[in-house]
Each structure stands twice: as structure tokens, then as C-alpha cells.
């Protein structure tokens, strides 16, 4: 059985992702297809414009055939979190033979290459990267900068490093490396969109999850860009009135700041004591979530990075339980969220060969999970709690319950 792994966020799925699972079957003849993906919030520092379990059926509906879950602590960090600990799960698995990604390059030797270099960090590219740090240069561009001076070949590459799925993708590519995996890297060119490609009313829309993302309140009609199934779903939703959006956690977040203040932020993952203090200055102006994330952000911290950083503090991600993560190795676990029937093989096969327990039911994990992986699930059955809270006052009827959500079985 040929298995391959995806890891994503699908917020929301649109053709774009069909045409990656289908040419990923096609270029590794793969039997199944398990895709690792963000719970309830994502990286770009935001909640999923739908729940988990929407997006689950999304996927199950167009091609993947089992979906299991990234905890938040992974899903809303960097890029180097986000890759080791979505390799982790699936290398865990033990039946996982390839791993596919989405990128502009399109090139795997040359994100390979990439990646065995900041790997590796031999002393001269580590004193180049060193100097540029030291003349003032962002982090990014001393990378570019001192690849190029490192090896003048990397040249006319060096704006592979400016896109994001190029620098997911690579660091997907280091984290199977460091692990010494078996998994095999491969990468798909995008299909006709980018990342940052945005919603415009008077442009066709591309196949961009920001691009719909921008077009539901626009009142946009996104559904050439995704498949029936994954349009209906997502219309259901809109209907009603179910999209969520980071100021639907102003009221949330401005409670836990304002009850924090006296003893800072600091002890959040990722959240300096410039940070923190300059949180602590910003509260006076506080009107939403998002206004917020502008009054905080300067040159040297991004919106996104704000933005993650303020959701470590509202979910409780701590910097001790990130560290303590890391020594059990990011992931004990794998939390099926939902599954293709016909799937028994695959879920077999992973029974047999997983280093880590499969938890299919969420009453079942405290007697399957111990210290740190316990307190992991614990903290994310939270953050879902605080997401579906959110979404409960917005619509306007109770609160979804996990233990009694079922697994999506299509």
C-alpha cells in the first residue's frame, strides 16, 4: 500500500487543492492519501473561517481519505513548528511514504538544495548570516543575502526564499532530513494562484483560500474556484452565519490582556518583554482584535506575527509547554477527525505500524494519554471550546460540544 501525506489548513478547500491530491496520486501512484490538518485556528494568526469538522468533509469529499488533526500550538506558529510537527505525525504513522506540498518553485533539488544548507549551516554561510544580522538587515533577507554569497549559483534563486509555500515547503524538507525519515519529499507547482493573491470585484477570483477568504463579506461568488461539494458546505455556513473572523474574539482577548497586565505577557510562546510591555501601552487603545494587532505591530514584528502572538496569550500557549512539547517530540499522539468509508486498510495498517495511539474518541484519550500528551489534547479540546464559544455568541445558539461531535465518516 502506497500511502501519501498532506499537510494543510483548507481555510476553506478550493480547486486548487483538488488538483494537488489528484496530481499527487498521479505522480506517486498512492493508494490513500492522509492529510494532516490545522484544527480550529491557523497560521496566519486567525481562527479557520469554518470549523474543523467542515473543512474535515471538504476534504474527505474531494480526494483525501483520512484527516487528522495539527494541535493550535503547531497550527499558529512559525513555519518551522508548523513543518516539524506535521512531519512528526505523519512519520509517526509509520506507513507514510511521500509527503506532497504545494509551492511556487515547483523544483524540488533546488528546495532541497535550500534546505540542506540551513540545515547544515556550514561556518561560512552562518558568518555571513551573522554579519548581515549585525548591519541591520531583517532576518529574511540576511538569509537571501548570505545564501547568495555563500554560493554564487544560488543567485537566480534567491527569490525562492520570498515565497511561503517555497519556505514551508523547505522547511518540510529539513524536518524529514532531521528526523532521518523514510519519507520522500515531492512538490507541486501551484495551479494559476498564489498565496497572497487577493479578492477584487471587478477581477475574475483566483483559486486563493484569501481570495475567498476576502470575497464571503464582499458578497463575492467564489464558487468557479471550488468543487460543488466544498461551495455548498462553506454556503451552508455563510448561511448561517457561521464564518468566523479574529475580531469575533475581541471581547475574549481584551479580558485576558486586561487581566494579565500587571504581570505581562512574556511567559506566552514567542513573546519578548518589548512585546509584552509594548501590549501593556497599547491597552488604552484597544477596540478590536484587529485595530489592536495595528496598534502593536512596528518594522521589526509583522501583523502576522502579532497576531499569532496575541492568540498564544488568549489559547494559553505557553513558551514551557512549547519547550516541554518539543522534548516528547512535537506529536503523541493522532486525533482522527474524520475518515473515508472503504478506509479500513489504511486505518489498519496505521494500528499496526504507529509509534503513537490513534484517538478516534475524545472520552477515550484520558485513559490512552499521560502527562505532557494529555495536558497537549487537554489544551486543545480548549482552544476549541473558546472557538466554539465565539462562534456561539455570534450565531446565537449553543456552544458545539466535542465530546459529543461525532467523526465525519463519508
Not at 344 to 351: A, C, F, P, Q
Request: aromatic share 10%; with cysteine.
Amino acid at each position: 500500500m502506497t500511502v501519501n501525506g498532506i499537510i494543510a489548513e483548507y481555510n476553506p478547500f478550493h480547486n486548487g487543492h483538488v488538483f494537488h491530491i489528484e496530481k499527487s496520486k498521479a505522480l506517486t501512484g498512492a493508494d490513500a492519501t492522509v492529510v494532516v490538518m490545522s484544527g480550529n485556528f491557523v497560521q496566519r494568526g486567525a481562527p479557520a473561517v469554518v470549523d474543523k469538522f467542515v473543512r474535515t468533509k471538504m476534504a474527505l469529499e474531494n480526494g483525501a481519505d483520512l484527516v487528522l488533526e495539527l494541535p493550535s500550538c503547531y497550527s499558529t506558529a512559525s513555519a518551522e513548528y508548523f513543518a516539524n510537527a506535521g512531519v512528526a505525525l505523519l512519520d509517526k504513522l509509520g506507513i507514510i511514504d511521500y509527503l506532497s506540498f504545494g509551492s511556487e518553485s515547483g523544483d524540488i533539488k533546488i528546495l532541497e538544495h535550500i534546505a540542506g544548507i540551513l540545515l547544515e549551516e556550514p561556518k561560512e554561510f552562518s558568518e555571513y548570516m551573522q554579519r548581515y544580522l549585525r548591519e541591520g538587515y531583517t532576518y529574511p533577507l540576511a538569509r537571501n543575502n548570505a545564501l547568495i554569497q555563500y554560493e554564487t549559483s544560488l543567485f537566480d534563486v534567491s527569490r525562492v526564499l520570498e515565497s511561503p509555500n517555497n519556505i514551508l515547503g523547505i522547511e518540510y524538507i529539513k524536518a524529514i532530513k532531521r528526523r532521518s525519515s523514510s519519507i520522500r519529499a515531492i512538490t507541486i507547482s501551484r495551479n494559476g494562484s498564489n498565496y497572497h493573491d487577493r479578492y477584487t470585484a471587478d477581477s475574475s477570483l483566483k483559486a486563493s483560500a484569501q481570495a475567498i477568504r476576502e470575497a464571503i463579506p464582499a458578497g463575492g461568488d467564489f464558487s468557479p474556484v471550488m468543487p460543488e461539494s466544498a461551495y455548498t458546505d462553506l454556503f451552508d455556513e455563510i448561511t448561517n452565519g457561521s464564518i468566523m473572523d479574529v475580531d469575533d474574539f475581541s471581547s475574549m482577548l481584551y479580558y485576558k490582556l486586561l487581566s494579565e497586565k500587571n504581570i505581562g505577557y512574556t511567559s506566552y510562546f514567542d513573546v519578548s518583554q518589548a512585546l509584552s510591555d509594548r501590549i501593556v501601552n497599547a491597552l488604552p487603545s484597544f477596540t478590536s482584535f484587529k485595530n489592536f494587532i495595528e496598534e502593536v505591530k512596528s518594522r521589526d514584528r509583522t501583523y502576522t506575527r502579532i497576531s499569532r502572538c496575541l492568540l498564544h496569550i488568549l489559547l494559553d500557549i505557553t513558551e514551557r509547554d512549547m519547550e516541554s512539547y518539543k522534548l516528547i517530540d512535537y506529536i503523541p499522539y493522532a486525533r482522527v477527525l474524520g475518515f473515508k468509508r472503504g478506509s479500513e486498510e489504511l486505518l489498519s495498517e496505521i494500528k499496526c505500524h504507529s509509534s503513537i495511539p490513534l484517538i478516534t474518541k475524545i472520552a477515550d484519550a484520558s485513559g490512552i494519554l499521560y502527562s505532557e500528551p494529555w495536558k497537549m489534547f487537554r489544551n486543545e479540546i480548549r482552544a476549541g471550546e473558546i472557538y466554539y464559544a465565539a462562534r456561539a455568541v455570534k450565531t446565537m445558539t449553543p456552544a458545539k460540544n466535542e465530546f459529543s461531535t461525532p467523526l465525519v465518516i463519508l
